[in-house]
């Protein structure tokens, strides 16, 4: 099967609001409690996608880096869990705690959160400014599973130096790639 590109939603974009539940806390959280007032990260993961293993180390340590400087983080899976039992709830628990994520792993359970994103892909990254505008969409960097190219999240960390600088962020983005979110049918 072919990689799945991110639709590239129109930048400028305002991220839709959203209340998802916690799988590591247990808490029921919203976006206008996660968001920051300078940069938010909304990506869209999975515990079994192999393009989501290949980045999820440098995904927590993106968090590590850029949260003590006002970034907030925050992981949302779509997926489908009967088709997919690998990513319920309890098991992206699992993963957040072996990994390393420092932010929440929320669970979308009725697919809503992931069509008002327009996400198609895990991963899929989405980056909002203060004003939880679009600012960023697309790739962590150019590694994919087996091309050999060291995972950065050079995009990303770009994207967000530019924000915290008070810059503009490039526009030339390229899409994220990687397994289609398994929806419902």
């Not at 998802?20 to 206008?32: A, E, F, H, I, Q």
Request: charged share 25%; with cysteine; glycine share 6%.
């Amino acid at each position: 099967m072919a990689p799945t590109p991110s639709t590239m939603v129109p930048l400028g974009t305002p991220a839709p609001d959203f209340t998802l539940p916690d799988t590591v806390s247990g808490r029921t959280m919203s976006l206008s409690e996660l968001r920051s007032d300078k940069a938010t990260v909304i990506m869209f993961i999975c515990n079994h996608c192999p393009f989501v293993k290949h980045v999820q180390h440098e995904l927590a340590q993106l968090a590590k880096d850029y949260r003590p400087r006002g970034v907030s983080f925050i992981a949302i899976n779509s997926n489908d869990i009967e088709a997919y039992p690998e990513d319920a709830p309890d098991k992206m628990k699992a993963v957040a705690e072996a990994v390393g994520y420092t932010f929440p792993y929320l669970f979308d359970e009725t697919q809503e959160v992931a069509r008002a994103y327009r996400a198609a892909c895990t991963p899929d990254i989405f980056i909002y400014d203060g004003d939880l505008k679009l600012a960023y969409r697309g790739q962590l960097d150019d590694s994919r599973p087996g091309n050999g190219i060291p995972v950065t999240g050079r995009d990303v960390r770009r994207a967000l130096d530019a924000l915290l600088a008070g810059q503009p962020v490039d526009p030339n983005q390229r899409p994220s790639l990687g397994c289609n979110i398994k929806w419902k049918s």
